[in-house]
Each structure stands twice: as structure tokens, then as C-alpha cells.
């Protein structure tokens, strides 16, 4: 079975909101650019965290710190919302 690629023209896509997950993606790490800063303890438990998942997790727990308004990543922060942030 032959395979159809379609394409549009530029001029069409560039004024569509994109639904792909890899844009999604882009533009999601390009609104949340700035990081939080960290104290010593937040961070040596963030490097206990498997490298592989390490910069999932790191940002999962800055917009989590984020949205509760939070100026500083704790220790004390993540201890107080680790339940939240391991699910």
C-alpha cells in the first residue's frame, strides 16, 4: 500500500496553531525558559534522581514550585508536595 504524504503551503500552516506533540513540546520549554533557583538540599536530591528522568523531573518540580507560587525550589517544598509530584 502506497503511502501519501500531504503538504500544505507554507503560507497555510504558518497561521495554524500546530497540535504536534514536538511543537508542543517547543513551545511549552520556550514559555518556561527562566528556572527557579535551587537550594543545596533540593538539589542534591534532584541528583539523586536517575540521569535519564533528571530533567523531566527538574522541571516537573519547578512548575509545580511555580504554580504555588513558590520563588525558590526546598527541600521543604518537595517534601511537602512529593506525593504530587511522584504521580
Known amino acids: ?6 503538504s500544505y503551503p507554507n ?3 504558518a497561521n ?6 514536538l511543537d508542543r513540546g517547543r513551545q511549552e520549554k520556550d514559555m518556561s525558559k527562566e528556572s527557579l533557583p535551587w537550594d543545596e538540599a533540593a538539589l542534591k536530591r534532584l541528583e539523586a534522581i536517575p540521569a535519564f528522568v533528571r530533567g523531566m523531573a527538574k522541571s516537573k518540580i ?4 511555580q504554580a504555588a507560587g513558590e520563588t525558590r525550589v526546598t ?3 518537595m517534601d511537602a ?4 509530584l511522584m504521580g
Open 81 to 84: 508536595n512529593k506525593a504530587k
Open 16 to 21: 495554524q496553531p500546530s497540535n504536534h506533540a
Open 75 to 77: 527541600a521543604e517544598f
Open 11 to 13: 503560507d497555510l500552516r
Open 1 to 6: 500500500m502506497a503511502h501519501v504524504l500531504l
Open 62 to 65: 519547578e512548575k509545580a514550585a
